[in-house]
Nanobody
Framework: QVQLVESGGGLVQPGGSLSLSCAAS????????MNWYRQAPGKERELVAT???????NYADSVKGRFTMSEPYAKSTVSLQMNSLKPEDTAVYYC??????????????WGQGTQVTVSQ
């Protein structure tokens, strides 16, 4: 079993900042990548940011220059620093882990989601 525990999120005014964290634990043999997705009401879930096991990051065009994903404590823990937030960033944010639980078996694992609301 693999568990993802998210923290952070909340309500912030436009232009403000928030930080999300995600800690993975359990039967993890090796990590391929950790990702943050978001889903706004009535919209499809979209990939926001990715960090690979090698430390490479990639971001959606809509958040480039504003969001930063990093591994502050260990490779099984990631954070998403969100600056200059806009109302259109409002969504439920999900942590996703793609990892091998054994040398030949990999899977996608999801956190429970955390709400981010950007509003006056």
């Amino acid at each position: 079993q693999v568990q993802l525990v998210e923290s952070g999120g909340g309500l912030v005014q436009p232009g403000g900042s928030l930080s999300l964290s995600c800690a993975a634990s359990g039967n993890i043999f090796s990590i391929v990548a950790m990702n943050w997705y978001r889903q706004a009401p009535g919209k499809e879930r979209e990939l926001v940011a990715t960090i690979t096991a090698g430390g490479s990051t990639n971001y959606a065009d809509s958040v480039k220059g504003r969001f930063t994903m990093s591994e502050p404590y260990a490779k099984s823990t990631v954070s998403l620093q969100m600056n200059s937030l806009k109302p259109e960033d409002t969504a439920v944010y999900y942590c996703n882990l793609r990892a091998y639980s054994s040398p030949h078996q990999w899977g996608d694992y999801w956190g429970q989601g955390t709400q981010v609301t950007v509003s006056q």
